[in-house]
């Protein structure tokens, strides 16, 4: 039985759900209505997946492979990016508990996301020939490392405050992890989208066996189509969702009474008081570690699958540079059935049983590119390890945050930063992270024909181990204390 930590006691989920629904209502119509808020509720984050499914897998390629970056200045790219996202998630978790609403914050955070990431994946405004070298050396990098300080502050509030309005929801511990299952599953069915527009633009448009500079409008149509669809989602989301007031503001709105200005001095104690007991706890810290080995191992695996397969088609180009689309899009065809029996079964396995799952397929999978997976190796096998690091993924993503719900408990009031706190370190560790594989790799190419192999085989694994260890810790700490 997973610890309750500081959340509600299990035995009163049924009794809480019946609370949180209006008995007015016909009970059919009850569940309609609470059954679509769920299903709405995970419409709020598909813009911020989609374009975190692009950012993760297609950045690194479209900066190397059709701007001709070095390998140094996008690994520098991509740090800039999750260092602008880890700095401002703790800022955006704190103002969000504090000023206005959560759904204020995130359609703020969705309209400076609109306006910045299509333009990521644009070639940018004189950098069309490559004539003027020295120009082209500071320009370039100026111009998409000021696009994505803007990309990444929105991502950060859309995420921040997304996360933070399923302790506002509900209470119950079954509610909150089925609201995160739909939340990743919608995160799959988001990631699983741009890899199927990307397979088809790669097929429908001019084929080449590798992608280049004369590739750039193919990233450029698919950023404009996951746009569209980002944009209507968050629309659906604002229009159709409705988040009920905690039961406290209910309550002294129907009693009448106003807050004094003791009253509020007093609740700002108190609310000090509550984030120092949270920043006292070790749990914290170890939900924080579970939450970010399984981030680096999803991360890293984005990142890299499309470099080794591109590395791949350099000794084998007639397998075709749809590769790059269709086998991310087989590992998230894995991950979208594993959350859906997550949906149903993570609370009788356990949080902490699904998560040492999820990281044992996930050392499985990086075990079978290090013993199996030569350049010769027929490209079945290829798929069968997508499916594995897929469902690892998945497992241990939801599992740590279903954890990190039930840290959290009944203080909906401080779930901003608490989801700030855990997610901080996750964005800094995977910039830091690829900025230092990137810069072991060799200029040339023919150097170190395998390297990215190396990556998912060593980095990969060790995030998963590294999780693994973790957990083994966060087991021990919780019975030495029962």
């Known amino acids: 039985m997973s610890p309750r930590y500081g959340s509600t006691n299990c035995d009163t989920i049924k009794k809480e759900e019946i609370e949180e629904i209006d008995v007015s209502v016909p009970f059919k119509q009850r569940r309609w209505w609470w059954v679509s808020q769920r299903l709405v509720y995970g419409l709020g984050h598909v813009y911020n997946d989609l374009c975190a499914a692009m950012w993760f897998s297609y950045m690194m390629l479209f900066l190397q492979a059709v701007l001709q970056m070095r390998a140094v200045v996008a690994g520098a790219m ?27 914050w995130h ?11 299509p333009l990521l994946f644009i070639r940018c405004w004189g950098c069309r020939a490559a004539r003027e070298t020295q120009y082209l050396g500071w320009w370039m990098p100026v111009y998409y490392a000021t696009l994505i300080v803007l990309f990444q502050i929105g991502w950060a509030i859309v995420q921040i405050s997304h996360l933070a309005i399923i302790p506002s929801i509900t209470e119950s511990l079954q509610v909150r992890s089925e609201l995160t299952s739909i939340r990743y599953m919608a995160s799959v069915i988001s990631s699983l989208t741009v890899y199927f527009i990307t397979w088809i633009v790669l097929r429908a448009t001019n084929y080449s066996n590798f992608i280049g500079p004369a590739d750039d409008y193919k990233f450029r149509d698919v950023s404009l189509i996951i746009s569209g669809i980002g944009v209507a989602s968050y629309v659906i989301f604002h229009v159709l969702f409705k988040l009920n007031p905690p039961k406290e503001t209910k309550q002294k709105k129907q009693n009448g009474h106003t807050a004094e200005k003791g009253d509020n001095i007093s609740q700002i104690v108190t609310t000090k008081s509550k984030i120092m007991h949270f920043l006292q706890m070790p749990l914290l810290y170890q939900t924080s570690l579970l939450y970010v080995f399984s981030r680096l191992y999803w991360a890293l695996s984005l990142v890299y699958v499309p470099l080794f397969l591109e590395e791949r088609l350099s000794v084998n180009p007639t397998e075709g540079s749809e590769l790059v689309a269709s086998v991310p899009l087989a590992l998230y065809v894995s991950s979208l059935l594993c959350s859906f029996l997550l949906k149903s079964k993570i609370n009788r396995l356990g949080h902490h049983v699904a998560y040492f799952i999820g990281s044992t397929l996930s050392l499985v999978s990086c075990l079978w590119i290090a013993l199996a997976i030569s350049p010769d190796a027929n490209v079945i096998q290829i798929y069968l390890v997508a499916t594995l690091i897929g469902a690892g993924s998945s497992i241990t993503l939801v599992s740590s945050l279903c954890v990190t719900a039930d840290l959290i408990g009944p ?54 181990i ?10 021990l700490t919780s019975k030495s204390k029962s």
Not at 79 to 102: E, F, N, R
């Open 107 to 117: 359609l703020t955070g969705c309209a400076i996301v609109t306006c910045t990431f």
């Open 78 to 104: 991509l740090l800039l990016g999750q260092v602008v996202d880890a700095l401002a998630t703790p800022i955006v978790g704190v103002l969000a508990d504090k000023y206005s609403t959560k759904k204020f």
């Open 466 to 475: 590294l999780g693994i260890l973790s957990l083994s810790i966060t087991i």
């Open 411 to 464: 203080h909906s009031h401080q779930g901003a930063l608490i989801y700030s706190i855990v997610t901080f370190a996750d964005k800094l560790v995977t910039g830091i992270a690829v900025v230092a594989i990137e810069n072991y790799k060799c200029e040339d190419a023919l150097d170190c024909p395998q390297y990215y192999r190396g990556v998912l085989t060593y980095a990969c694994g060790g995030s998963a």
